[in-house]
């Protein structure tokens, strides 16, 4: 039997401080501190978020924005695939954590600690997963 795998959604607050810490034994206070640092660079959204889901009206930036970070992650990045994260009608008061832009990536990147840039790369991975096609899983 097969199943439909989709691409995860975007980081809650809760689940990157989480992945955090597993994969880097980061405390998650010391985590939002340094997602709080990221997000008042300019780097990432708003970090005190409870909802994976990213507004439609985004999709057309972030779209453009993931063709840019691409060369971060493995193939099959497809920047027109619209999958389940686009739903307006889970966005709470704020939406999934992403990165904000890569135009002064390059630059911003050498100013950041080695918990900030581990956190900027956790954001900017699962948002270029979002724009991978469902795989058949068996």
Same mark, same amino acid.
């Given at each position: 039997?097969? @199943?439909? $795998?989709?691409?995860?959604?975007?980081?809650?607050?809760?689940?990157?401080?989480?992945? &955090?810490?597993?994969?880097?034994?980061?405390?998650?206070?010391?985590?939002?501190q340094a997602l709080y640092?990221?997000?008042?660079?300019?780097?990432? $959204?708003?970090?005190?978020?409870?909802?994976?889901?990213?507004?439609? &009206?985004?999709?057309?930036? &972030?779209?453009?924005?993931?063709?840019?970070?691409?060369?971060?992650?493995?193939?099959?990045?497809?920047?027109?695939?619209?999958?389940?994260?686009?739903?307006?009608?889970?966005?709470?008061?704020?939406?999934?954590?992403?990165?904000?832009?890569?135009?002064?990536?390059?630059? @911003?990147?050498?100013?950041?600690?080695?918990?900030?840039?581990?956190?900027?790369?956790?954001?900017?991975?699962r948002f270029i997963e979002?724009?991978?096609?469902?795989?058949?899983?068996?």
């Open positions: 039997m097969t @199943a439909n $795998t989709s691409p995860n959604l975007a980081w809650t607050l809760v689940a990157i401080q989480a992945a &955090a810490q597993q994969r880097f034994s980061y405390a998650p206070e010391a985590s939002l640092r990221l997000y008042e660079a300019g780097l990432i $959204t708003y970090p005190r978020t409870e909802t994976a889901h990213l507004p439609r &009206a985004l999709f057309k930036k &972030a779209s453009k924005l993931v063709r840019k970070l691409q060369h971060w992650h493995r193939d099959g990045v497809q920047p027109n695939y619209q999958g389940p994260v686009w739903d307006d009608e889970q966005i709470g008061s704020h939406h999934g954590i992403v990165p904000c832009k890569a135009s002064a990536v390059q630059f @911003a990147l050498a100013d950041l600690s080695i918990q900030e840039l581990n956190l900027y790369k956790l954001v900017c991975e979002l724009f991978h096609l469902p795989t058949h899983a068996k």
